[in-house]
């Protein structure tokens, strides 16, 4: 069946410049997570959804960044005035199930969207 | 959050068994021990996870110290498509906190050899 998939899979952006990147879950997933992960590192968690409800935006770096899912499906990670330590793969990843219920749950992630800002 | 511990890298063989090591000597009674690993230009994909006993599934087997201060992935027979960083996360079971979100650390880059 589908994954999780992220659109676009490489953007490059001049600093300064605002991002937007969408993430559509498993059709039916609750929980939506993101994550960033730089070069070399492994992924850092930002923020998570469960439905349309944000519960935890505790690992946006700054104000910049800003997440949404309106409708409890597809979700938007966007940055504002990127600058050259946003470079990363932001990956999302999406759960069929809520994690306070489900303790033993798994994540499935998308490809990932990788961001170049010059 | 419960640190874990693993090796940069290793290497193998491919059709011979790999044992990828982790340490968790922190581990509290509540934490469950999940392993991800991620292909090159992929996201992470879920392979196992356990608690107090040792696990089987399709992927991997995952062997639990009796003290549960380590645990070690055992892929069967390794092949060139294994190759892919492996990633050892605690997760806290207790109720409440914020146990919906993985830690990972760097994880154990392995190599198979052809």
């Known amino acids: 069946g589908a994954g999780v998939s992220q659109s676009p899979r490489y953007k490059v952006a001049k600093r300064g410049q605002d991002v937007a990147l969408r993430c559509d879950p498993i059709?039916?997933?609750?929980?939506l997570f993101w994550y960033q992960q730089a070069l070399g590192q492994g992924p850092e968690f930002l923020t998570y959804f469960q439905n349309e409800a944000q519960l935890d935006k505790s690992g946006l770096p700054s104000d910049r960044f800003f997440a949404e899912r309106p409708e409890g499906s597809v979700s938007t990670l966007k940055i504002q005035r990127t600058q050259q330590e946003d470079s990363a793969v932001y990956l999302c990843a999406s759960s069929s199930t809520i994690p306070l219920a489900d303790l033993s749950y798994e994540q499935y992630f998308g490809p990932g969207t990788r961001l170049t800002v010059t | 959050d419960a640190k874990t511990t693993q090796p940069n890298s290793m290497e193998s063989n491919e059709e011979e068994p790999v044992h990828l090591p982790c340490n968790h000597s922190t581990i509290s009674g509540t934490d469950y021990i999940h392993w991800y690993r991620q292909l090159p230009s992929q996201g992470p994909e879920y392979v196992i996870h356990g608690l107090t006993s040792n696990v089987n599934n399709r992927m991997a087997s995952l062997a639990i110290a009796e003290d549960r201060k380590s645990s070690t992935l055992i892929l069967h027979r390794a092949t060139l498509r294994d190759a892919a960083v492996y990633y050892c996360i605690l997760r806290d079971s207790a109720r409440g906190g914020s146990n919906y979100k993985l830690t990972f650390g760097k994880g154990t880059l392995l190599t198979v050899n052809p």
């Open positions: 059709s039916g997933h609750v929980s």
